[in-house]
């Protein structure tokens, strides 16, 4: 245990940290609210939602709504692959079979490959084999990538905590291995698996380098804010900032909510 | 039957990696030795790609800048997360605190990181937060030119957006240490630093190899933020390899991605023999 006075330093040194992590967001989400005749800074020149207005308007920037639904979309799907995907591997890793060390390794070599690298070789494989790319084609199998070895390492971690007397105690009680895993298994690792699709929404969602040569020709959400940097130089900038982060947050807040309420069905 | 379970149950994640990420690695090898002109992609087997790679000072530069950022973010990501991620642990006592602080730490990782890195222009901009408060103070008279689109801008983006991957996996390695290690040192007569030296630091080491590890990776495989922090001043392999991409240059991108690629992996294969990290899954 530090002194006093080094516990007051870490104590500071957190605190910064907070601002630093979060006042820049928070700027931005003030300045998002700028009056019309607002610039990119401050000071606010009044008020308004004009900015916001200004999002769904099609001159000011790409077909939004478009890009939007397609995100969403893009994030469900990715999200329902990746709890579905990992759940099953991780209930086969559990135990050493052929092949098992090998795949583990392929699964991590897809975290450390860069993620601009798999969007190239996706995009030049579709190029190669003349395949048209699409962001529900080749830019879900390259947000696939990054989320599942995530999805998969929860469930490393899930089942080193797991008790298995519970599964021996169904399949004792005659329990098929169906039964076992939907009865038992499930219920005892729910909140977790709202972790990893938390996971897979979230950094679906929010993608842009495994997307950026993969998507064709129907941008995603990211992608439109990767190319409006350069060229809007207005706070509808920030609004369409402020909108994303809000996403997020709420598919952040309902899923601590839903674990949270697993949890406490389950009494614990 | 249940003797195929395994295979059955991975099948899905093997097929993934398999389509998109083994052909599409094997194909950004197979193209780097592709011929190409203007217009089109020819099959062949030249070694020019990497012949231009190896020979361009401007080729060069720019994987030592790529280097010096990692570096460099490295150096600064991990001198702030193992603090923060130490404070978690060992300084904060309250259980649900410091639950809430982790949770606190970990939220932007949830977020957009074009959106954060945007967040830096009211900021640092000629006519932002910092230089209007600092003129207002008399600090300085002229607006510091440096603070964006510049090194310096890159780099606080990076420190911004990679610092959690630091803090996660140390904090995690942390919780595991035995307090009454602690303790004992503490018995034995060793000081803060002592203990710290001795004892927490070699028993943090696998946490802080894999944050090494996430956060030089980001960084070498980034373009965006480097294209968007450096306002084009500034360049990384990766916007390298989305410029010649752009410019429909194929096998040089891809001479370029196998380039980044050997150097990620001697990065991670270095890190791997100093840390051991699978003690940790």
């Known amino acids: 245990m530090p002194g006093r006075v080094a516990r007051l330093l870490l104590g500071a040194l957190f605190g910064a940290f907070m601002l630093f992590l979060y006042g820049p967001t928070l700027t931005i989400t003030i300045l998002s609210f700028q009056g019309p005749d607002g610039g990119l800074t401050f000071p606010m020149n009044g008020v308004s939602l004009h900015w916001f207005g200004r999002l769904f308007q099609p001159q000011a920037v790409g077909d939004l709504g478009a890009a939007m639904t397609r995100t969403l979309l893009l994030a469900a799907m990715v999200t329902a692959t990746t709890v579905v995907v990992s759940l099953a591997a991780g209930m086969a890793f559990r135990r050493r079979f052929a092949g098992s060390t090998v795949l583990f390794y392929l699964t991590v070599a897809s975290l450390i490959v860069p993620s601009l690298l798999v969007s190239l070789g996706i995009g030049l494989m579709f190029n190669l084999m003349e395949w048209e790319p699409a962001w529900y084609s080749s830019a879900f199998g390259a947000q696939l990538t990054w989320t599942l070895p995530f999805g998969l390492l929860i469930m490393f971690a899930v089942f080193n905590r797991f008790d298995r007397s519970w599964e021996e105690a169904a399949r004792d009680m005659g329990a098929t291995p169906w039964q076992s895993f939907w009865h038992v298994v499930l219920p005892i690792i729910a909140p977790s698996v709202v972790g990893i699709a938390l996971f897979g929404f979230t950094l679906s969602f929010d993608e842009f380098a495994r997307t950026l040569l993969t998507a064709g020709s129907g941008n995603t959400l990211p992608l439109e804010i990767l190319g409006m940097t350069t060229t809007v130089t207005t706070p509808v900038l920030y609004a369409l900032g402020t909108v994303s982060t809000a996403v997020s947050f709420l598919v952040i807040g309902g899923a601590l909510i839903g674990m949270r309420l697993m949890r406490k069905r389950r009494g614990i | 039957m249940t003797r195929l379970f395994p295979w059955i149950q991975t099948a899905p994640l093997a097929l993934v990696l398999a389509v998109f990420l083994l052909v599409p690695v094997g194909m950004l090898v197979v193209v780097s030795f592709y ?6 992609l020819i099959p062949a087997f030249v070694l020019t790609n990497y012949q231009e790679l190896f020979t361009s000072p401007v080729t060069w530069q720019t994987y030592l800048k790529t280097i010096y950022f990692a570096g460099i973010t490295w150096a600064v990501t991990l001198g702030i997360g193992f603090w923060i991620a130490y404070h978690l642990a060992f300084v904060v006592q309250n259980a649900t605190l410091r639950m809430v602080l982790f949770i606190l730490c970990t ?49 606080l983006a990076f420190v911004h957006l990679y610092t959690l991957f630091m803090v996660v996996p140390i904090f995690n390695t942390m919780m595991r240490i035995d307090r009454r290690l602690l303790e004992a040192a503490r018995d034995a007569g060793a000081g803060f630093w002592q203990t710290l030296w001795c004892v927490i630091l070699p028993l943090t080491k696998p946490g802080i190899g894999i944050g090494s590890i996430f956060v030089v990776v980001l960084v070498m495989g980034d373009f965006a933020t480097v294209r968007l922090m450096s306002g084009g001043q500034s360049a990384s392999v990766g916007l390298m390899i989305s410029n010649q991409y752009g410019a429909m240059q194929y096998p040089a991108a891809a001479a370029n991605a196998v380039g980044l690629l050997l150097m990620v992996l001697l990065v991670v294969a270095a890190m791997l023999r100093i840390v051991d990290i699978r003690r940790e899954l």
């Not at chain 2, 011929?35 to 089109?40: C, G, V």
């Not at chain 2, 603070?147 to 801008?153: A, I, T, V």
């Open chain 2, 35 to 40: 011929d190409y002109d203007a217009f089109s």
């Open chain 2, 107 to 155: 939220v932007p990782f949830w977020t957009s990181n074009l959106i954060r890195m945007i967040a830096w222009v009211p900021f640092l901009g000629r006519n932002g937060i910092l230089n209007s408060t600092l003129i207002g103070m008399g600090a300085i008279e002229q607006p510091l030119e440096f603070l964006l689109f510049s090194d310096f801008s890159v780099i």
